[in-house]
């Protein structure tokens, strides 16, 4: 592993965010997803562009690194979690708070806290935060999809999973409250941006 000097808050370059996807994904096929979803959040910011200020940069690489724990774990909320502890201890308190807040479209302290993350809200705020978790929830795998159907299959594959399930509806219902702002916002469906992406990828 390459070393880093941590300071307290850092932020990525897109070079430096696509090396450590290199170097903790390992070519992986979870890695895919993490580049599709990158790309359509850029899709969507560049969109959005138009109507309120972006941080393209930062979304681009906070899209990119949001799985980066699944190096570790596949679990559908302890990725996050190592993904959190992975930035926070390379000083990118900002990208790692994303890996945190993108599962389940957000934590509240004491679900953090039963995980073992610090006890505090991690919940996704501002505008590129939020386009984070609402993009991973329109691409399967590295497929794009609705949020219908996306909900839908993560319904059967966490079917044994209590906690993410009983949390389910709540993070569905922040994803479709966010994205119809944003239909309305820039006058076309997120879900076609980014389907129109996907014949890129
Ligand atoms: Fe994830």
Not at 15 to 30: D, F, P, Q
Not at 82 to 100: F, I, S
């Amino acid at each position: 592993m390459m070393c880093r000097a941590i300071a307290a808050e850092m932020t990525l370059s897109r070079n430096e965010a696509t090396g450590l996807m290199v170097e903790y994904g390992r070519g992986a096929a979870w890695t895919k997803h993490c580049f599709a979803v990158a790309d359509a959040a850029a899709s969507v910011g560049s969109v959005l562009g138009c109507c309120r200020v972006i941080d393209q940069g930062f979304l681009w690489s906070a899209a990119l690194l949001h799985d980066i724990g699944r190096y570790v774990t596949h679990d559908p909320i302890r990725h996050g979690l190592a993904g959190y502890d992975l930035l926070t201890r390379l000083g990118y308190g900002q990208e790692a708070h994303v890996c945190a807040s993108h599962i389940l479209f957000g934590l509240e302290a004491c679900e953090a806290a039963r995980f073992g993350l610090p006890a505090r809200d991690f919940v996704p705020r501002t505008v590129e935060e939020r386009l984070v978790p609402l993009v991973d929830f329109l691409i399967e795998n590295d497929t794009p999809t609705t949020l219908d159907r996306r909900f839908a299959s993560l319904r059967e594959r966490n079917a044994d999973n209590d906690f993410f399930l009983s949390r389910l509806d709540r993070a569905r219902e922040r994803a479709e409250t966010f994205m119809r702002q944003l239909n309305e916002e820039i006058g076309e469906p997120i879900e076609a941006i980014v389907a129109l992406q996907g014949r890129r990828f």
